[in-house]
């Protein structure tokens, strides 16, 4: 329990300490006119306050991840904390508040042309790609994981299909409609049944008998799966996850200060951070790894949740919970599909005003999204995993470029880019959907390519600094 209650104490700390140090690093300009007004077309570009902002950051980019994540992450045991509150602080919160104030200063900027305009036009395409694959499979698993946590809850009365049919509409519903139609009004509400469900888990946890596990390096994984570099692509959200890249955008386009983006984009992700602790020690307390890998196998980790949550808060709390477990995938479901309506708009220049022209890219959105569906949950999310860090290797190398251009501190974004990468190279390395080589082997590999890539991005950031490339677009 002391690990634990030290963990949450020191994320909280660091949003005031290591936050304010990124925030000074970055230098926001209180007086800059911020794209929600420079642009404002009352769909996308429209101006909110900074608690609601805040509230629906949380809520986009919290999805299953830190639910899951740390759930399936349990098995390796407490490491697992260790990997949560260091990336949380010096990766996944430095990433989300970078990658969401450069966006700011870029119009509200998607991380495609963010890639193309500090990395070079070839990246643009290639970032392009990548963000649409990891919106879509977040999309269609943000359907899937819901629904069979309503189905579980309903005790299988109401049938799958309607339930998924149900949440596709509402997605659907949010992805065309101006931001502060549907996600501005109901967010708030969604964000006090998920608050209520995860305070009450925490604290139930607390005083419960079962006794949260001390800090182990052991690895106590059942199957016995290396923690590098395995545990960084299942525990992603609540520590370091390339999809908060998808989902700052959106909210960089309602910030109405820039000295809001502390709060807005780091804060949230400590939070994202405590409520991953939160799963991950009821996971780690309650299930021995073995009744844990076997809960995750047959039933998806849906059944953990209902399990956890169910034995901790009895049937009236423990409702709440999982929907507060609902609500969070739910939340980042509908504005992955937003997200890759209005990054495919970017790409093609096509202005968003008119509904038709919404409609026009979002049908063939859901159409592909309906169809992956279909695919096996754990294989979905294995590709996810991995086309996620990449996103957040991408994302952390544009904020190093942006930062080495204005002359600032980028150590910050370098070491975790650096650290991400060398995972990514690992991992597409040596897993069965990669080249399924050897683990030593691909420890070898990947540090040469870790290299390589390190070399030819220094080469690229001097040519880009000697040229004055423009870091941020001036506003009226």
């Known amino acids: 329990m002391i690990t634990f209650l030290v963990s949450i104490v020191v994320l909280i700390a660091a949003y005031f300490i290591y936050g304010k140090f990124v925030e000074r690093v970055f230098d926001p300009i209180e007086s800059r006119k911020t794209p929600a007004y420079a642009n404002a077309d009352g769909v996308d570009y429209v101006p909110m306050n900074k608690h609601k902002n805040a509230l629906i950051q949380l809520l986009n980019i919290a999805g299953t991840g830190p639910i899951f994540g740390p759930i399936m992450g349990a098995l390796f045991g407490p490491v697992a904390f260790l990997w949560i509150v260091l990336g949380a602080i010096f990766a996944g919160a430095t990433h989300d508040y970078l990658t969401g104030m450069i966006s700011i200063r870029n119009r509200g900027a998607h991380i495609p042309e963010l890639a193309g305009k500090f990395l070079g036009a070839f990246s643009r395409h290639i970032v392009n790609i990548f963000a649409l694959l990891l919106l879509l499979l977040v999309g269609t698993v943000f359907v899937t994981t819901p ?29 065309i409609l101006p931001i502060d139609k549907i996600i501005g009004r109901l967010y708030p509400y969604f964000g006090a049944v998920l608050l209520l469900g995860t305070v009450g888990v925490g604290i139930a946890l607390l005083f419960s008998d079962y006794k949260i596990p001390e800090l182990s390096l052991q690895n106590m994984h059942p199957d016995n799966l290396p923690i590098f570099p395995i545990l960084f692509f299942t525990i992603t959200c609540g520590a370091l996850s390339g999809f908060h890249a998808t989902q700052s955008p959106i909210i960089s386009r309602t910030v109405e200060k820039e000295s809001q983006g502390r709060y807005v984009f780091y804060g949230m992700m400590i939070a994202e951070a405590v409520i991953a602790m939160i799963w991950a020690a009821a996971a780690m307390s309650m299930l ?61 220049k096509i202005d968003q005003e008119k509904m038709v022209k919404r409609l026009v890219i979002a049908i063939p959105l859901f159409i592909v999204s309906a169809l992956l569906t279909q695919i096996d949950f754990n294989l979905l999310w294995r590709y996810f995993s991995w086309a996620n860090q990449a996103t957040a290797a991408i994302a952390l190398w544009i904020a190093t470029m942006y930062l080495f251009i204005k002359g600032k501190n980028y150590i910050i974004s370098l070491v975790p880019a650096l650290f991400i990468t060398y995972m990514v190279f690992i991992y597409i390395l040596n897993q069965k959907i990669g080249f399924n080589l050897d683990l030593n082997v691909s420890y070898i590999v990947g540090i040469v390519l870790t290299v390589f890539l390190a070399v030819l991005f220094f080469f690229k950031a001097v040519h880009n600094k000697r040229n004055k490339i423009e870091t941020d677009i001036p506003v009226d």
């Open 288 to 348: 021995d790894g073995q009744t844990l890998s076997e809960f995750i196998k047959t039933g998806t980790p849906s059944s953990v949740v209902n399990e956890v949550s169910m034995t901790l808060l009895g049937a009236v709390g423990g409702t709440i919970a999982v929907l507060g477990a609902i609500v969070l995938p739910i939340t980042s479901g509908d504005t992955a599909f937003r997200a890759a309506r209005s990054i495919i708009a970017d790409y093609l």
């Open 147 to 175: 629904a069979s946590l309503l189905s579980i809850l309903v005790n299988g009365k109401v049938a799958l299909w309607v339930i998924i049919g149900v949440i596709f509409v509402y997605y659907f519903l949010s992805t």
